[in-house]
T-cell receptor, first 114, second 111 residues
Framework: DVKVTQSSRYLVKRTGEKVFLECVQDMDHENMFWYRQDPGLGLRLIYFSYDVKMKEKGDIPEGYSVSREKKERFSLILESASTNQTSMYLC?????????????FGPGTRLTVL | SQQGEEDPQALSIQEGENATMNCSYK?????LQWYRQNSGRGLVHLIL?????REKHSGRLRVTLDTSKKSSSLLITASRAADTASYFC???????????FGTGTRLQVTL
């Protein structure tokens, strides 16, 4: 079974702190994604990566950056956390482009910024 | 932007009844997928239907796709309390491996 793990289930940070959210997948997937999920807005794509050291902006990249130094690990960074970044963050991975582009999700990190 | 829009936003049924959720989208797709999310957890892939398919079954799930109307429906037959979750459709344009998710339907199945 594909496993996608996220470093924390719950996280509480203060405004202005630098926050790291880690995601690791164990199936040698090419593509990895970071989403945030807010009530009434569904999932919105923040950043994604096709390969090591490659990154692409999603729909809402402002206030975030990412790092992919190894194929299995994709990190989301909040350089200076703000209260409007309080949300559920979901990481996902997928093998690659093709007909069976099923995404595998981690359990999510619920981040609260005070 | 959210391409997929699910309808209804919330649905409450009794165990044993069928649940139908609809998804509409705006641009052409390579395939459409349905995911389930239990409260406070990650999403789990349920079923994928390609743009050249009209209907697909998987256990108690039945998905239809009408590309002329840019819509899809998910039917869960003989629902169980364990089916209580949020259900999302996601559209795949066939490029860049990106999916666009809808806002979801919250299904509540009561005993």
């Amino acid at each position: 079974d594909v496993k996608v793990t996220q470093s924390s289930r719950y996280l509480v940070k203060r405004t202005g702190e630098k926050v790291f959210l880690e995601c690791v997948q164990d199936m040698d997937h090419e593509n990895m994604f970071w989403y945030r999920q807010d009530p009434g807005l569904g999932l919105r794509l923040i950043y994604f990566s096709y390969d090591v050291k490659m990154k692409e902006k999603g729909d809402i990249p402002e206030g975030y950056s990412v790092s992919r130094e190894k194929k299995e690990r994709f990190s989301l960074i909040l350089e200076s956390a703000s209260t409007n970044q309080t949300s559920m963050y979901l990481c996902a991975s997928t093998l690659g482009e093709g007909l069976y582009n099923e995404q595998f999700f981690g359990p999510g990190t619920r981040l609260t910024v005070l | 932007s959210q391409q997929g829009e699910e309808d209804p936003q919330a649905l409450s049924i009794q165990e044993g009844e069928n649940a139908t959720m609809n998804c509409s989208y705006k641009t052409s797709i390579n395939n459409l997928q349905w995911y389930r999310q239990n409260s406070g957890r990650g999403l789990v892939h349920l079923i994928l239907i390609r743009s050249n398919e009209r209907e697909k079954h998987s256990g108690r799930l039945r998905v239809t796709l009408d590309t002329s109307k840019k819509s899809s429906s998910l039917l869960i037959t003989a629902s169980r309390a364990a089916d209580t979750a949020s259900y999302f459709c996601a559209t795949d344009p066939g490029t860049a491996s990106k999916l666009t998710f809808g806002t979801g339907t919250r299904l509540q199945v009561t005993l």
